[in-house]
């Protein structure tokens, strides 16, 4: 399977990257699609950054916070322990990605949240042991 992640700037701000994560079959089917929520590019400074845009092979892991629920992105170019993994704020983020079924702003502060991320992370796991992951910046 392959995933993209298309970071969306019209949507991104100085406080978080929001894109859309989409992953196909081998024969190219759009097999499962979600939004994302990411931090900032900010220089790929650890806990306050997003990695850098590129190709990363990802796999399922568990996680000391999260258990099970998460998928592990690996040789991130200066960093480690990049994870997708559930949450809905950004808040949550520190340097991962989270998804979600849409964006949307849950606790009313004006700041972009995505719903539904157990949920959707879940699904993806049910897909997928594994995945190349391109990251891409429009």
């Known amino acids: 399977m392959?995933?993209?992640?298309?970071?969306?700037?019209?949507?991104?701000?100085?406080?978080?990257?929001?894109?859309?994560?989409?992953?196909?079959?081998?024969?190219?089917?759009?097999?499962?699609q979600?939004?994302?929520?990411?931090?900032?590019?900010?220089?790929?400074?650890?806990?306050?950054?997003?990695?850098?845009?590129?190709?990363?092979?990802?796999?399922?892991?568990v996680s000391p916070k999260f258990g099970e629920g998460t998928f592990k992105l690996h040789e991130v170019s200066g960093r480690s322990n990049i994870l997708i993994h559930p949450g809905n704020f950004t808040r949550d983020i520190e340097g991962c990605i989270l998804l979600g079924e849409r964006f949307s702003d849950i606790d009313n502060d004006k700041i972009t949240d995505v719903t539904?991320?157990?949920?959707?992370?879940?699904?993806?796991?049910?897909l997928a042991d594994d995945f190349e992951l391109n990251i891409i910046q429009i």
């Open 34 to 61: 979600a939004v994302s929520l990411e931090l900032p590019w900010r220089g790929n400074i650890r806990n306050e950054s997003c990695i850098p845009a590129g190709a990363y092979s990802v796999s399922k892991a």
């Open 2 to 32: 392959k995933a993209v992640l298309i970071r969306l700037r019209q949507l991104s701000n100085h406080l978080q990257t929001c894109g859309r994560f989409i992953v196909m079959n081998d024969d190219g089917d759009v097999v499962f």
């Open 116 to 126: 539904s991320s157990r949920k959707t992370i879940n699904t993806l796991k049910q």
